[in-house]
Nanobody, 124 residues
Framework: QVQLKESGGGVVQAGASLRLSCTNS????????MGWFRQTPGKEREIVAH????????YYADSVKGRFTISRDRASSTLFLQMNSLKPEDTAVYYC?????????????????WGQGTQVTVSS
């Protein structure tokens, strides 16, 4: 069983940085792809970034490319999202998820475990 928990969210001003973490208390899913998604009220959950089981393959949404970095530490079963140069439009609840396969995906349906989310608010 996979139990994911996000942390690191908060309220920051535009241009600031935050680092989100996602821990897996059961220390499983080390061979699974992982992803970060975000959601705002009234909108569908959207991909932010995903990473393969060994970190060798990553993907970023165009809106965050060059500003966000996804990484993972398989030894500690922790997933990270470094967010720099934050913009007000980055405001959302951020979720981490474990994929069904060894590679991440932009499709939320390809993930079978989700954290409860952490709020990121960026003020202008």
């Amino acid at each position: 069983q996979v139990q994911l928990k996000e942390s690191g969210g908060g309220v920051v001003q535009a241009g600031a940085s935050l680092r989100l973490s996602c821990t897996n208390s059961r220390r499983t899913a080390s061979n699974n792809g992982m992803g970060w998604f975000r959601q705002t009220p009234g909108k569908e959950r959207e991909i932010v970034a995903h990473i393969s089981w060994n970190g060798g393959s990553t993907y970023y949404a165009d809106s965050v490319k060059g500003r966000f970095t996804i990484s993972r530490d398989r030894a500690s079963s922790t997933l990270f999202l470094q967010m720099n140069s934050l913009k007000p439009e980055d405001t959302a609840v951020y979720y981490c998820a474990a994929a069904r396969s060894s590679y991440g995906s932009s499709n939320p349906g390809n993930y079978n475990y989700w954290g409860q989310g952490t709020q990121v608010t960026v003020s202008s």
